[in-house]
């Protein structure tokens, strides 16, 4: 069998089937567009899933509480097309244990969701280390060089550095 993206692979019920099993990359944006901000973050770096649980946009399909997959809500094997319309963001996690079940509820996704959650300050730092800056609604500050930090080196970037929290709460 194929392993092009326009190909099933597996669990379609045998036979060739032409429809694109995966996700094209307007399906996705708009997929991401139409899933809940998080409040007080960047909405093209932050949003929930399905489940209500805050994802990366940078940590599309790794392992971590932070990950997410674009999901096909009536499952690719059921019959469900590859298009903005029946996709919704959700954690990896979440997204391997609903497999292919319709009709869940968001609740019983919730059930599946990595029990993590992360303070402003802990996001702050992930959001520094994977995008070298924090952006939020009146708060905007992007990571020094290390140069600049050794005094070697004046950004001409006229943006605030920002002072990550040296202390835990």
């Not at 307007?26 to 997929?31: P, R």
């Amino acid at each position: 069998m194929s392993s092009s993206p326009h190909r099933s692979r597996g669990g379609g019920g045998g036979g060739d089937d032409d429809r694109p099993r995966f996700f094209d990359t307007k399906a996705k944006s708009l997929c991401w567009a139409k899933a809940d901000i998080v409040p007080g973050r960047h909405p093209e770096r932050w949003r929930k899933d399905a489940a209500g649980n805050i994802v990366c946009k940078r940590f599309c399909n790794c392992q971590g509480c932070l990950c997410f997959e674009y999901d096909h809500i009536l499952p690719f094997s059921k019959g469900g097309e590859s298009t903005a319309d029946n996709c919704q963001i959700l954690q990896t996690r979440v997204n391997r244990l609903k497999s292919n079940k319709d009709q869940i509820d968001p609740a019983q996704l919730k059930g599946y969701s990595c029990d993590i959650n992360f303070s402003d300050k802990e996001m702050d730092i992930i959001e520094m280390a994977v995008y070298g800056d924090v952006v939020r609604p009146g708060n905007q500050c992007r990571c020094r060089t290390v140069a600049e930090m050794l005094g070697k080196f004046k950004s001409k970037d006229n943006t605030a550095a920002c002072k990550l929290p040296q202390t835990r709460e």
